[in-house]
């Protein structure tokens, strides 16, 4: 189980996950908790995130950025048409009608869904949570707009499938804002007390959200959000932009939209500048450099004169947070606090807009970036059964109200019910009866609209499979449960059909159908009537378990949660219908606008492994031939400097020859070869490089190795010596194995008598007789031999472990204390190392 927030911007994503009892967001490779929403094509590999958005310059068209609103459209939609002028790569329709991208990759045309390139963004990020927590992730909440419609949100849970990501919400982000200033207050109104309303204000690149939350103690509910999705950072940056291009038009005669790279970079030039203008109100330079042409450009701007240019757009802060007031139905001075999140926030005019229409000062409390990545990973703990999390309900509205449509069987007209109104709390089942005969179709779709930013107002059509009449050719009772699930989307989630198993009880069920019909319908449309429970949606389940609701859970919630008087009747009812009805569930079919299949899905899935594949195999070419260079730097600076001396003069020309040769066909032929080339390459190399570089390490290691083996000699000798002069601390001693012990060390000393005379002879080039690696075995042998006799503790008059401890105190003992001992290679740390150099220097 992992505990991830992810917050998918349209710039910039964030992540947050639950690590060591908190919740904290994460770094990149880059060491950089903001992670750019840009992937960048290649002829060999793919750029994602920081790496990406190098090349939004460089690689142009190529390079996907500013794709979040293409989620679930057309590419006939009026947005992605408005887009396809602006933006610098290439919009394609896919087979369904879809918008996806043209880009070439692997030096070829590929079209993209807009699932697989945010699948791609996922992937990283995902890849990134992993990096951080150090295992596996698949858990995860994903923060989109609150005004995303049901066909944005199904792309972007198709786009966390492809990057195999489990997505246990989708969350709106000024809900996951609030929940990230909620969770942690301390000093909530009680349950029975009023509650503290807060207005959250999140204005990011590319849209204007506004939502009132009322709180109280372990409890936020959204009372109303409102929206401008065209309003952000994004269009400050376009007004700049217009007004540089105008200017350079006449100073320059430069025009800057023909040329899309330009474009591009005084896109970049200009949020630098709006946002330096945040920060400094005085004249503000803007420079760049070969502009256009090789041309150099120069201009300035002031906070006054932008803000000035940015009337029309500042004019649209106030009619969100007065729509979203209204709806909520609340006065300024209910509010209780405001709370800015996002980047365009930090626009000073956009902060005194805000305050000015509540007369109150704006907070800050929360990280302006990161706000909405920290309550998706709050959201996410809460969900996780793993994680003991502070109990948190949460409720959310339902952004536009949704209709649903069938045919009537009366008088071939059709039936109507607005299923869900705006603002109505979410998630959310409500559970409609119709009497019908044979199988319907619902259709669902936005009651209003000129609410909702998406030109089709559809969410989809539902089938109600399996329906007959009654065996006295009755009208069936169909109980059909719809749902706005966890994620924000709307769904027929379960249909059953009521069977009537006697006559009793039956004619009961009838004025309780009328009585709770809806609004809409007619009521002499007996045929069709149709009756709605309701159902607050648990907070703890998860959307398809959600659906998975038994007939029980579902009337449970009806008696609960409904106050209407008409519900008193409800566990009679249920009682009687346990008993004498049977229900069989129905299948449902659904059409959903702009679903894409799941075999569909299932290959974008394929095709991101594939992708993934052919990025890590690119990288690991890459490493190699990185390697290959690395090896030529590392080893000519070396031959010149501490490998100089263990080299032949001969030896040293050769490879040097060698590594500029190998220099130059990395430049060359050797610019664009298979990984195992390289490995070759690097392995010919290190042929003739190896000697060189053992025999430097062995002549680094080796004083301190013989010096060692020297000082265990001394030591047993010293010990034998006191065996022999009758010292009482080694009377316990078997003199037969003493013996055995002295052999052993004079032939450790003969041993390493020879080794060194033989060595010292050789010089610094000439490879080694005697290994560090022989020493140290020479070393270890002596001690598994002699150690275990010489240092065996004395029996009974003191317990073994102090004995050892003595034995080992008379072992450090004379190593520091006597250095001039008798024993002729004598071994003493000192007087070796001045034999060593000095045996060396008689070679040179
Ligand atoms: C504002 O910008 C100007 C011009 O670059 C600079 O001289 C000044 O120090 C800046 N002021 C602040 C407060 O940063
Ligand atoms: C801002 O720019 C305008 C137009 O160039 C100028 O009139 C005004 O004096 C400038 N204000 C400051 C504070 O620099
Ligand atoms: C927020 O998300 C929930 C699902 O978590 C959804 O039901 C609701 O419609 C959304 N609210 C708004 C204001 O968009
Ligand atoms: C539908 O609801 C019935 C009872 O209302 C239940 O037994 C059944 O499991 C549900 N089916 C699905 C697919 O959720
Ligand atoms: C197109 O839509 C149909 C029906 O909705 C679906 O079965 C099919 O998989 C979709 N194909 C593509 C390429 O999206």
């Not at 995303?148 to 996951?176: I, P, Y």
């Not at 699930?485 to 069920?509: C, L, R, T």
């Not at 052999?743 to 020879?754: G, P, Q």
Request: aromatic share 8%; proline share 5%; hydrophobic share 35%.
């Amino acid at each position: 189980m992992s505990v991830v927030g992810i917050d998918l911007g349209f710039l910039n994503c964030y992540i947050a996950v639950a690590r060591s009892g908190g919740i904290e967001t994460v770094a990149n490779e880059y060491s950089d908790r903001c992670t750019p929403a840009c992937i960048s094509l290649g002829s060999k590999t793919r750029a994602i995130g920081n790496a990406a958005k190098s090349q939004i310059v460089t690689n142009t068209k190529n390079t996907i950025h500013g794709f979040k609103k293409l989620h679930g459209r057309a590419f006939d939609d009026p947005y992605v048409q408005t887009e396809k002028i602006r933006l610098p790569y290439e919009l394609q329709r896919m087979p369904n009608g879809s918008v996806g991208v043209r880009v070439r990759y692997l030096d070829e045309e590929r079209p993209f869904a807009t699932e697989q390139i945010a699948g791609m963004l996922l992937a990283k990020l995902k890849e990134t949570s992993e990096n951080a927590l150090k295992k596996p992730v698949a858990d995860c909440v994903i923060s989109v707009p609150s005004f995303f419609t049901d066909a944005e949100r199904r792309s972007v849970m198709a786009a966390a499938q492809v990057a195999g990501l489990n997505c246990l919400r989708l969350m709106n982000e000024t809900t996951a804002v609030a929940l990230a200033y909620g969770i942690y207050k301390q000093d909530l109104p009680a349950l029975e007390e009023k509650p503290r309303n807060v207005v959250f204000v999140d204005m990011g690149h590319s849209a204007y959200q506004v939502s009132v939350c009322a709180f109280n103690k372990g409890k936020l509910k959204v009372l109303a959000a409102a929206f401008d999705p065209f309003l952000g950072g994004k269009n400050f940056d376009e007004v700049l932009v217009d007004y540089f291009s105008e200017e350079f038009r006449t100073k320059y005669r430069l025009n800057v939209k023909e040329n899309a790279r330009a474009v591009l970079r005084l896109y970049q030039e200009c949020e630098k500048l709006r946002k330096l203008m945040s920060a400094n109100a005085s004249d503000l330079p803007l420079n760049i450099e070969c502009f256009m042409n090789d041309l150099d450009v120069s201009s300035k701007m002031n906070r006054t004169q932008f803000e000035q240019l940015c009337a029309p757009l500042l004019a649209r802060v106030e009619p969100s947070l007065r729509a979203a007031m209204d709806q909520a139905k609340l006065q300024r001075e209910d509010i209780y606090g405001i709370e800015i999140v996002g980047g365009a926030t930090r626009i000073p005019a956009v902060k005194e807009q805000i305050s000015k229409y509540f007369c109150k000062d704006i907070s800050t409390t929360l990280n302006a970036d990161e706000a909405v990545a920290r309550g998706c990973a709050l959201q996410c703990a809460i969900l996780s059964p793993a994680f003991k999390v502070r109990e948190f309900s949460i409720t959310d509205v339902v952004p536009y109200s949704i209709t649903l449509r069938w045919k009537s069987s009366y008088e071939e007209g059709t039936g109507e019910c607005e299923v869900f109104s705006k603002n109505h709390a979410a998630p959310f089942s409500k559970v409609i009866t119709f009497h019908k005969k044979e199988p319907f179709d619902l259709e669902a779709y936005y009651t209003n609209p000129h609410e909702v930013p998406y030109p089709d107002t559809r969410i989809g059509r539902f089938t109600i499979q399996n329906v007959g009449p009654q065996h006295d050719g009755d009208n069936s009772k169909v109980k059909v449960k719809v749902r706005v699930n966890i994620h924000g989307i709307f769904s027929v989630a379960n249909a059953s059909i009521i069977e009537k198993q006697s006559i009793e009880g039956e004619p009961n069920d009838v004025p309780m159908d009328t009585e709770s019909t809806c609004k809409n319908q007619r009521k002499e449309d007996e045929l069709d009537n149709m009756q709605i429970d309701q159902e607050e949606g648990n907070q703890k389940n998860q959307a398809d378990q959600q659906s998975q609701a038994d007939e029980e859970t579902e009337q449970v919630g009806a008696e609960t949660k409904t106050a209407s008087g008409d519900k008193q009747d409800n566990p009679a009812q249920t009682a009687k219908a346990k008993a004498k009805v049977k229900s069989i569930d129905l299948p449902i079919q659904a059409s959903l606008y702009r679903q894409l299949g799941q075999d569909i899905i299932n290959s974008y899935i394929e095709n991101e492994g594939k992708m993934m594949m052919q990025d890590k195999l690119e990288k690991e070419r890459n490493d190699a031939k990185n390697a290959v260079e690395e090896y030529v730097y590392d080893f000519r600076d070396k031959l010149c400097g501490v490998f100089e001396k263990f080299i032949t003069e001969e030896d040293s020309n050769r490879l040097t020859l060698m590594l500029e040769d190998t220099e130059n066909w990395l430049y060359e032929d050797g610019e664009d070869q298979p990984k195992q080339v390289y490995m070759d390459k690097l392995h010919e190399l290190r042929k003739f490089g190896q000697p060189i570089q053992e025999r430097y390490m062995e002549h680094e290691e080796r004083p301190k190795a013989l010096n060692d083996l020297g000082k265990k000699i001394q030591l047993l000798m010293k010990a034998v010596e006191a065996f022999r002069n009758k010292d009482e601390k080694y009377d316990h001693l078997d003199p037969a194995e003493i013996e055995k012990v002295e052999k052993c060390i004079s032939d450790a000393m003969s041993w390493l008598n020879t080794k060194m005379n033989a060595q010292n002879k050789l010089g610094p080039t000439q490879d080694p007789v005697v290994k560090v690696a022989e020493i140290l075995g020479k070393s270890k042998e002596l001690d598994s031999f002699c150690n275990p006799i010489v240092y065996k503790p004395k029996p009974k008059v003191e317990p073994p472990s102090e004995g050892q401890a003595k034995a080992n105190g008379e072992h450090n003992g004379p190593v520091n204390g006597q250095s001039g001992a008798e024993t002729k290679p004598d071994p003493a740390k000192d007087s070796f190392q001045q034999t060593k150099p000095s045996g060396e220097m008689e070679v040179d």
